[in-house]
C-alpha cells in the first residue's frame, strides 16, 4: 500500500511537475504569443507604414512627374523668354536707330522750318521796307511786328536783322505820331547798340541820331542836344566834316536849332550841308532836296518868303517827278508848298494843291488814317478863310466824327477839330451851337489836363473873347440881362490869362455893371 502510495504520490509528484512544466510550457507560449502578437502589430505598423512610404513615393513619383514637366515647361519659357528678349534687344536697337533718325530728321526739319521762318521774317522786312512810303502806315507796321516777334524768337534780341526790324518799326510808328512808342523803340535799340557794339560804333551813332530827331520832334530838346553833338563830333573826328553821314548829323543839328529858335545858326549849318550836296552829288540827289526843303521851311519861318517858295517848287518838282504824287515826300512837299501860298493869300494854287495832297493820302493812306484826317482839316481851314463855309463845314465834322472814334473824345486832336468846327460856326453866325463846343472843351481840358495847363488858360482865354463878343451883341440889341451876366462871365474867364488890374478885365467889369444898371 505503501509502495502504492508512495508511487501515486511520486505520480502526483510528476503530474505536478508535468502541470508546472506545462504551465510553464503555457507561460511561454502566451509570452511568445505576446512578443509574436507585438512583433505582429510591429510588423503591422511597419507595413502600415511600408504602405504610406509606397504611396508617399508614388506621391513624391507623381510629383516628380510633375515637377520634371514643370521644369520642362520653365525650361521652355525660359527660352521663349531669352529668344524675346534677343528679339526685343534687336527690335529696341531698332528703334533707338529709328529714333536717332527721327531726332536728326526732327532737328532737320526744325532747321529747315527756323530758316524758313527767318527768311520770311526777312522777306516781310523787306517788303514792308519798299511799302513804307506808300502804303497804310498799319498795314506795314503789322508786316513788322509779324517779323519781330519771329527774329526775336529765333535770333535774339541782339541780332542786326532783330534790331534793323525793330528800328524800321520805330520809324513806322513815328510816322503815325505814336511818339512814346516810337521812343521807347528807338531806346531800346541804341541800347542793344551801345551794349553790342559800342559807343562809336555808325550803326550805334544811326541809333543815336534816330532817338534824338525824334526828341527834337516831340520838343524834348534838352534831351536831344547832347545826342545830336555827340553824333556829330563822333563823325567829324572819325570821317571829315564833309562826308555824308557827317552832313546828316549836321542836318539834325540844325533842325535842332531851328526847334528852339536859333534860326542863324541853322541856316548857317544847312547851307553848308546844300553847298557839299549840290557840289559832290548834283542838285537832283534825294539828299539835296531834303536838305532844300529843311531850308526851305527854316526860310518860310525866318519870314523869307521867296526863297522858301523857291525852294519848296523845287523840291516839289524833282519830288514829283522822280518818287509819284502818292510817294510820302511828294505829299509833304504840296503840303508845304500849300501853306505858304496860302499864307500868301494865293489860296486858289493852295487849294489845289492841298486837294492834291488829300486825294494822294486818301489813296495810300484809307480815310481812317490820321495823316488824311489831317490833309482834311488843312484844305477846311483853307476853305474858312477864302469862304468857302459849307465845305470847310462838311468837312470838320467829318474830321471830328473819325477821330472821336479813333481817338476818344478826350483826345488832344479830337479837341483842336471841335475848335476849328467852333470858329466856323461863330463865324457864320450860329453861336449858341459854337459856344456849347467852346464850353465842351473847355470842361474837358480841365478835366484832363487841370485848370492851370497852357492849353487850358488859353481855352478859358479863348471862351472869354467869345463871350463878350456875344455881351457886345447883346448889349446893342439891348438885352440888358444877358449882356450883363456875358460881360461878368468873359471878366471873369480871361482874369486868370491877363490878372485884376489889365485893362480888358476892368472895362468887361465896368461894361457888366453898367448892363446890370440898366435892368433896375
Not at 64 to 69: H, I, K, N, P, T
Not at 150 to 168: D, K, P
Not at 422 to 427: E, K, N, R, T
Request: aromatic fraction near 4%.
Amino acid at each position: 500500500m505503501e509502495a502504492e502510495l508512495a508511487a501515486s504520490q511520486k505520480r502526483e509528484r510528476a503530474a505536478r511537475d508535468r502541470v508546472a512544466e506545462l504551465e510553464a510550457t503555457v507561460a511561454a507560449s502566451e509570452a511568445k504569443i505576446v512578443m509574436a502578437n507585438a512583433e505582429t502589430r510591429t510588423v503591422q505598423s511597419q507595413a502600415d507604414m511600408a504602405l504610406v512610404l509606397q504611396r508617399r513615393v508614388a506621391e513624391l513619383e507623381a510629383s516628380s512627374e510633375s515637377l520634371s514637366a514643370e521644369r520642362d515647361a520653365l525650361r521652355s519659357r525660359v527660352q521663349t523668354l531669352a529668344a524675346f528678349q534677343t528679339s526685343a534687344a534687336t527690335a529696341a536697337t531698332a528703334l533707338q536707330r529709328h529714333n536717332a533718325e527721327l531726332q536728326a530728321e526732327n532737328a532737320a526739319l526744325a532747321e529747315s522750318a527756323q530758316r524758313l521762318a527767318v527768311e520770311s521774317s526777312q522777306a516781310t522786312y523787306q517788303l514792308a521796307e519798299v511799302l513804307r512810303h506808300s502804303a497804310p502806315a498799319g498795314e506795314v507796321e503789322k508786316l513788322l511786328t509779324s517779323a519781330l516777334e519771329v527774329q526775336e524768337r529765333l535770333l535774339g534780341g541782339e541780332h542786326e536783322e532783330t534790331v534793323a526790324t525793330s528800328t524800321l518799326l520805330a520809324a513806322t510808328l513815328e510816322r503815325q505820331g505814336r511818339f512814346p512808342e516810337a521812343e521807347a523803340r528807338y531806346q531800346a535799340v541804341l541800347a542793344t547798340r551801345q551794349n553790342s557794339l559800342g559807343a562809336q560804333h555808325e550803326l550805334t551813332l544811326q541809333a543815336m541820331s534816330n532817338l534824338a530827331s525824334l526828341l527834337t520832334q516831340t520838343a524834348q530838346y534838352e534831351d536831344a542836344a547832347p545826342l545830336h553833338r555827340q553824333a556829330l563830333e563822333v563823325r567829324r573826328k572819325a570821317l571829315g566834316d564833309e562826308h555824308e553821314r557827317t552832313l546828316v548829323c549836321t542836318s539834325n543839328l540844325a533842325i535842332l536849332l531851328k526847334q528852339t529858335g536859333r534860326y542863324e545858326g541853322a541856316a548857317r549849318l544847312l547851307r553848308q550841308v546844300l553847298d557839299v550836296q549840290r557840289r559832290d552829288r548834283g542838285e537832283e540827289h534825294e539828299d539835296t532836296v531834303a536838305t532844300m526843303n529843311n531850308l526851305a521851311i527854316l526860310c518860310e519861318e525866318m519870314q523869307c518868303g521867296e526863297e522858301a517858295e523857291a525852294l519848296y517848287r523845287r523840291v516839289l518838282h524833282v519830288r514829283r517827278r522822280d518818287l509819284g504824287e502818292a510817294h510820302e515826300d511828294c505829299i509833304q512837299s504840296m503840303t508845304n508848298l500849300a501853306s505858304l501860298l496860302g499864307h500868301g493869300e494865293r489860296a486858289e494854287e493852295a487849294e489845289v494843291l492841298y486837294r492834291q495832297a488829300l486825294e494822294a493820302r486818301r489813296r495810300t493812306c484809307g480815310e481812317d488814317d490820321e495823316r488824311t484826317l489831317t490833309a482834311t482839316n488843312r484844305l477846311a481851314v483853307l476853305l474858312e478863310q477864302v469862304g468857302g463855309d459849307d465845305e470847310a463845314e462838311a468837312l470838320f465834322r467829318g474830321v471830328l466824327e473819325r477821330r472821336t472814334a479813333a481817338l476818344g473824345a478826350e483826345h488832344e486832336e479830337v479837341l483842336l477839330t471841335m475848335n476849328y468846327l467852333s470858329a466856323l460856326l461863330a463865324q457864320t453866325g450860329r453861336k449858341d451851337e459854337a459856344e456849347g463846343l467852346y464850353r465842351r472843351i473847355l470842361a474837358t481840358r480841365e478835366r484832363v489836363l487841370g485848370a492851370s495847363h497852357p492849353h487850358t488858360m488859353r481855352t478859358r482865354t479863348n471862351l472869354g473873347h467869345f463871350v463878350a463878343s456875344r455881351a457886345e451883341a447883346w448889349e446893342g440889341e439891348q438885352n440888358w440881362p444877358k449882356a450883363g451876366e456875358a460881360y461878368l462871365e468873359a471878366a471873369a474867364l480871361c482874369v486868370q490869362r491877363y490878372g485884376d488890374d489889365a485893362p480888358l478885365i476892368i472895362r468887361l467889369r465896368a461894361a457888366g455893371a453898367a448892363a446890370h444898371a440898366h435892368c433896375i
